[in-house]
Antibody
Framework: QMQLVESGGGVVQPGRSLRLSCAAS????????MHWVRQAPGKGLEWVAI????????YYADSVEGRFTISREVSGNMLHLQMNSLRPEDAAVYYC????????????????WGQGTRVTVSS | DIQMTQSPSSLSASVGDRVTITCRAS??????LAWYQQRPGKVPKLLIY???TLQSGVPSRFSGSASGTDFTLTISSLQPEDFATYYC?????????FGQGTRLEIK
């Protein structure tokens, strides 16, 4: 069956870096766009980033633009999120999600989500 | 950026009630609107996409509609498992902004 399994979360000091990963299985990973969405403790969902199926197009929320980088490894069915210059407000559960591309901008909705990995930013 | 505003922020209802949650976009997003359900401690789940198309496996008591920039999620007869937080999300363009959520509680 389909699975998305995130890893790499943990406690990190402000200003430091962390790399999250998401292992995909049970579907044709190379055919789908992939997203990262986060949820701060007790808060709502915040869309973070998208990468197209072929990796050619990447877009980010303004709150992470220039600090976070989304990437994918087709050979290993892996999605990554490199997070640099972390801030306390980046603390959240980070979910990877599969995208179904619809519409002119290639964004799409999210039809399957992983269980999430928690990132804590604290000194 | 286009803002997505949900109302109400919270709602109390009883099993069997009909409830409606609204999501308003600050600009035209056509029908590029999805609804998600998140039960406490669980992962978000897609309910509806294209403003009104039910995702496979989602009970038919859930429905969605659109009127201009106003979108509605309706649950026709609440079941115990429906008590959760609901989010809308636009996907016509980047960023894929979510509404702030509507928490549906048991009365």
């Amino acid at each position: 069956q389909m699975q998305l399994v995130e890893s790499g979360g943990g406690v990190v000091q402000p200003g430091r870096s962390l790399r999250l990963s998401c292992a995909a299985s049970g579907f044709a990973f190379r055919s789908y766009s992939m997203h990262w969405v986060r949820q701060a403790p007790g808060k709502g969902l915040e869309w973070v980033a998208i990468i197209s199926f072929d990796g050619d197009n990447r877009y980010y929320a303004d709150s992470v633009e220039g600090r976070f980088t989304i990437s994918r490894e087709v050979s290993g069915n892996m999605l990554h999120l490199q997070m640099n210059s972390l801030r306390p407000e980046d603390a959240a559960v980070y979910y990877c999600a599969r995208g179904i591309v619809v519409g002119p901008a290639g964004l799409g909705y999210l039809d399957f989500w992983g269980q999430g990995t928690r990132v804590t930013v604290s000194s | 950026d286009i803002q997505m505003t949900q109302s109400p922020s919270s709602l109390s209802a009883s099993v069997g009630d009909r409830v409606t949650i609204t999501c308003r976009a600050s600009q035209d997003i056509s029908n590029y609107l999805a609804w998600y359900q998140q039960r406490p401690g669980k992962v978000p789940k897609l309910l509806i996409y294209g403003a009104s198309t039910l995702q496979s496996g989602v009970p038919s008591r859930f429905s969605g509609s659109a009127s201009g920039t106003d979108f509605t999620l309706t649950i026709s007869s609440l079941q115990p498992e429906d008590f959760a937080t609901y989010y809308c999300q636009k996907y016509n363009s980047v960023p894929g902004t979510f509404g702030q959520g509507t928490r549906l509680e048991i009365k």
